[in-house]
């Protein structure tokens, strides 16, 4: 008699292992999208499929951001040490459309690990014609209302021909902590134009483009760019939310 509830209750642990197995091995990426917060963070799209393990969202906006379609995959690795990296991707025939990167959250801290490509801007700085941010290797972690880590490389792109000045290149830098803040300080190849990008933990962000020893002739361009004049140098400061 005992030998026999011995083997139901094994039987019974047994089934539950199982059907545990089974949920996680299947767990949708949607319900993961929801328990995580993301939708929250102001993320949306048009699709979700597959499974935590493998999957991927439709036309996945980041508020004004539209980062496209995109594969998902979360690390099974960072969910034993306590972390959610959920791993993103986009290909693209040319190498600035492809994207990589993740999204990670755990010991009080999120942000994003990684990532490395072209993020068209949208209107996101309006009225700063910021059309795409490239990112070389950018992870940023906050920590509570604190930045704990920001590193990588940032280039800039404005749309065409921007209040007379020469930016085809575009304007290129580092990211760092500043205090709670991220800040993304970028110097054109000149050196006479800089534009700081700064990123608080509630997703506020204020963008300042300032061009040093604007030229006379340039004032008329620049004033209808709204860019005004402070001292020597022009300025224009653009805030938001992302």
Known sequence: MMRGLSLSRRAKIALISFALIVALV?????????????????ASARQVRGTIWWGSIGDLNLG?????????????VQLLVGRVRLDLWRDGAAEREALRGAW????????????TGAVPMGGAFAPLP??????????IHFAGDTCAQAEGGVRARL????????????????????????????VSQTGMEKLSLRLRPD????????????RDADAAAMA??????????????VEGQM
């Open 26 to 42: 299947f767990f949708p990426l949607r319900l993961a999208l929801d328990l995580t917060g993301v939708g929250a963070s102001g």
């Open 64 to 76: 004004p951001v539209s980062l496209g379609d995109v594969g998902t995959a979360v690390s099974p």
């Open 104 to 115: 990670t959250s755990g010991f009080n801290q999120r942000g994003i690990d990684d990532v």
């Open 130 to 139: 910021l059309s795409v941010l490239e990112f070389d290797d950018v992870t």
């Open 159 to 186: 749309d065409g021909s921007y209040a007379g000045l020469n930016l085809s290149q575009g304007l290129s830098g580092t990211a760092v902590c500043d205090g709670e803040t991220v800040l993304v300080p970028l």
């Open 203 to 214: 997703g506020r962000f204020s963008a300042q483009i300032s061009v040093r020893g604007g």
């Open 224 to 237: 209808v760019a709204g860019l005004r004049k402070q001292g020597s140098d022009y300025v224009l400061t």
